[in-house]
T-cell receptor, first 114, second 112 residues
């Protein structure tokens, strides 16, 4: 069974640009959540999608947005990039079952903003 | 919203010693408390989790305890080995399988 796939793995942007990151969950997983990882701040929750609906949202500015498609693939977009947006962006998928709570993470997309 | 505090931020132990990492959470409705291990350059992976109806859970050298009244939960690693060196994250959510609120992580270093 293929794991969670994130693309692109690495990207470099300049301030003011926008970026779109993609996440393909494990087959059969309908829940996808996104996290920003930076040194010292750990894993900060961005948003969660289930069946194409945003179920939960973290405390990030409106420049950060996301969506989920009917095949459960998800994208996140960051507009008007700032230097502080440089981070590893991780997505995770899960079955959303009370019996199996595990989130399966992708390898992440490392964004560098210059 | 939920807030998870994790201590210590760094922990150094000798091989064979025990390591304890502690977390507190703020949302009394949280019912699911997993721990993830992230080795350098790799993705986080679940090592153990506990639900609110259980006070303690063990898996070989790893154990987790939960005190719902005090909103505390802890990870205990016994007989530490160099391969236990990693960053450990505690987390909380209202329901297993949904998005998690993580602590800031503990960097554990086990020296031989």
């Amino acid at each position: 069974k293929a794991g969670v796939t994130q693309t692109p793995r690495y990207l470099i942007k300049t301030r003011g640009q926008q970026v779109t990151l993609s996440c393909s969950p494990i087959s059969g997983h309908r829940s996808v959540s996104w996290y920003q990882q930076t040194p010292g701040q750990g894993l900060q929750f961005l948003f969660e999608y289930f069946s194409e609906t945003q179920r939960n949202k973290g405390n990030f500015p409106g420049r950060f947005s996301g969506r989920q498609f009917s095949n459960s693939r998800s994208e996140m977009n960051v507009s008007t990039l700032e230097l502080g947006d440089s981070a590893l962006y991780l997505c995770a998928s899960s079955l959303t079952s009370a019996d199996t709570g595990e989130l399966f993470f992708g390898e992440g997309s490392r964004l560098t903003v210059l | 919203g939920e807030n998870v505090e994790q201590h210590p931020s760094t922990l150094s132990v000798q091989e064979g010693d025990s390591a304890v990492i502690k977390c507190t959470y703020s949302d009394s409705a949280s019912n699911y408390f997993p721990w993830y291990k992230q080795e350098l350059g790799k993705r986080p992976q679940l090592i153990i989790d506990i639900r609110s109806n259980v006070g303690e859970k063990k898996d070989q050298r790893i154990a987790v305890t939960l005190n719902k009244t005090a909103k505390h939960f802890s990870l205990h690693i016994t007989e530490t080995q160099p391969e236990d060196s990693a960053v450990y994250f505690c987390a909380a959510s209202r329901q297993a399988g949904t998005a998690l609120i993580f602590g800031k992580g503990t960097t554990l270093s086990v020296s031989s």
